[in-house]
C-alpha cells in the first residue's frame, strides 16, 4: 500500500464512522423533537 | 414510508444508481467481457447526487433546527468534497496506473455511498416527519 492509498484509506475510515454517528444522532434528534409533537397532533 | 422519503427512494436512489445497474446490465450482456462491472465514477457520481439532493432540501426548509442543518450541510460538503478528489484519482489512475490502484478506489466509493445513503436517509426521515407534522 502507498501513502496515497494509506492516506485514502484512513479519510474513507473517519469518514464513514463519523456519518454513522452523525446519522444515529441525526435519527434520535429527529425522534425526540418531532415524533411526539407528530403523534399528539394525531391523536387530536 | 412517508410521501417524500418515496419520492426520495425513487427520483433520488434509483435514478442515482442508474450507471451502476446499468454497467451492471451491461456487463452481464456483454459476452466478449470488455465493459468492467464496476467503476469508481459511477459510485462518486452517485454519492454526489445523494448529497446534493441533500443539501438542495435542507436550503428549501426554513422551519429546520439550525444545529441539524449545520452538522448535515457540513457533512454533505465534506463528502462531496471526498467524492470529488476520488473522481480525480480515478482520472489520474488512469494516466499512471501505479499511482493508485483503481479496485481499491472503488471498493472506498462503495463504503461512503453506504454511509452516504444512510446520512440522506436520516435527512428524508426528518424532512417527511415535519411535512406530516404540518399537514396534521
Known sequence: ?44 | MGDKKIKWLIYTVIVGMLPILLRLLVWLVDKTKTVEPFSAADFVMFGLVLHISNINEIEHLQKLDKTWKTVQNGSSVVFITIYSVFFALTLLSGINPPLIDQTRIIYYAAALNVASLILSYTVYDRISLLSRSKRK
Open chain 1, 1 to 44: 500500500m502507498n501513502p496515497i492509498e494509506f492516506v485514502i484509506l484512513t479519510i474513507t475510515t473517519i469518514l464513514f464512522v463519523s456519518s454513522l454517528i452523525i446519522a444515529a444522532w441525526s435519527l434520535i434528534d429527529t425522534r425526540k423533537r418531532y415524533y411526539y409533537e407528530y403523534k399528539q397532533r394525531k391523536g387530536r
